[in-house]
């Protein structure tokens, strides 16, 4: 089946620090999508990328689009203690009839004080 | 906009016995939903899609039977876990697809403990 590979499994670093995390995939994929999950939440959209090479920000936030379509990067600036939390990247393969989304096992952030 | 809710945020029931979980676009007509349960400290596991109108399909290993899915309307989907036992226990989150678009929006998750 179609594998997501999302690194670090885990990250600590200092508040004001730079992040840095992505996620490769074994097959080409059309849509990338980025979200953070608070504990005990559902995940939250931070960013969707839909092109190849496509470069998106939200806030802080910049998301990559790899131009090889196997590979999408997220990056935080200046990290604060609201962005702990698990970040997910989610893909979509082309011709894929029922709109699935497959999901990396996630990046565990957390912020030391 | 793109909201979506899910009832009741958590739930204890004996083993035996059925729960519906509701789950419900607010702001936004949703022709498909999806149905995930999520385990401690793990990613996201699709259990079933639901298309308003027509029978859900189910990813492999999941019981249709024990999970009853029901998407009666373009906004609400439910999911019934029938005959629960413990190890049904788990996060259950829904999420919905808006319009043409591949983005999916995630309700807030229903918290099932078993007994």
């Known amino acids: ?113 | 906009g793109a909201v979506v809710s899910q009832h009741p945020s958590r739930v204890i029931c004996k083993s035996g016995t059925s729960v519906k979980i509701e789950c419900r676009s607010l702001d936004f007509q949703a022709t498909t939903m999806f149905w995930y349960r999520q385990f401690p400290k793990q990613s996201l596991m699709l259990m079933a899609t639901s298309n308003e109108g027509s029978k859900a399909t189910y990813e492999q290993g999941v019981e249709k039977d024990k999970f009853l899915i029901n998407h009666a309307s373009l906004t609400l989907s439910t999911l019934t876990v029938t005959s629960a036992h413990p190890e049904d226990s788990s996060f259950y989150i829904c999420s919905a697809r808006v319009g043409q678009i591949y983005e999916q929006y995630f309700g807030p998750g229903t918290r099932l403990t078993v007994t």
Do not use: H
Not at chain 1, 61 to 77: H, P, V
């Open chain 1, 1 to 113: 089946g179609q594998q997501l590979n999302q690194s670090p499994q885990s990250m600590f670093i200092q508040e004001g620090e730079d992040v840095s995390m992505n996620c490769t995939s074994s097959s080409i994929f059309n849509t990338w999508l980025w979200y953070k999950q608070d504990p005990g939440e559902g995940p939250v959209l931070l960013i969707a990328l839909y092109k190849a090479g496509e470069l998106t920000s939200n806030g802080r936030l910049t998301a990559q689009f790899g131009i090889t379509r196997k590979d999408s990067f997220l990056n935080i600036s200046a990290s604060i203690p609201s962005d702990v939390g698990i970040y997910f990247c989610a893909g979509r393969y082309p011709f894929q009839v029922a709109q699935k989304l497959v999901f990396g096992q996630g990046t565990r952030l957390t912020i030391n004080p």
